[in-house]
């Protein structure tokens, strides 16, 4: 029971929801990408190979054997053996492809982040910067008020003094 409850409460979180997302739009673009380069990038380097595919570039080690029935019908024997360089060569660019695509994607978005990021930054520094006038202005109005009240006090000390003096002479 408890491991059910923990696979329901791994699998329900956005993590893994997001990672499903990804694999199948993964997976998606994948074939787009094996479609770009079997249907379009091939017969266009086709075009400048003799054979006019990519597919025919191969190395055969063992040739394919076949045997004649008596009633002329040709069955394979052997299949052959070949290292399929062409092949090879389609797969890398599909790589090449996809790394690109991967490239850009997180690119874009490492600057979006970056963007929002300096966004973010610069709004904290002028609500700081904000937050630092006030208290300046308040610390300054502080301090005006306390030198009106040192002010007041010296005037009231030789206002006193003033007053006894006078007292004194009478």
Do not use: H
């Amino acid at each position: 029971m408890k491991f059910f409850s923990e696979f329901k409460k791994f699998i329900s979180k956005g993590n893994v929801i997001d990672m499903a997302v990804g694999v199948v739009i993964g997976g998606s673009f994948g074939k787009i990408v094996t479609g770009l380069v079997n249907y379009i990038i091939n017969p266009f380097v086709g075009l400048f190979i003799k054979d006019g595919s990519l597919d025919t570039i191969k190395t055969v080690i063992n040739k394919a054997t076949y045997t004649i029935d008596d009633a002329g019908v040709k069955t394979l024997k052997t299949p052959e053996v070949a290292i399929l360089w062409g092949t090879w060569l389609q797969t890398i660019i599909d790589f090449l492809i996809t790394a690109l695509c991967i490239f850009v994607v997180i690119t874009v978005i490492s600057r979006g982040r970056a963007r929002l990021e300096a966004k973010k930054i610069a709004e904290e520094a002028a609500k700081k910067a904000e937050a630092d006038a006030k208290a300046k202005a308040e610390a300054d109005a502080l301090a005006a008020k306390q030198a009106a009240l040192d002010a007041s006090v010296l005037q009231q000390a030789e206002l006193l003094t003033e007053i006894r003096d006078l007292l004194k002479n009478k």
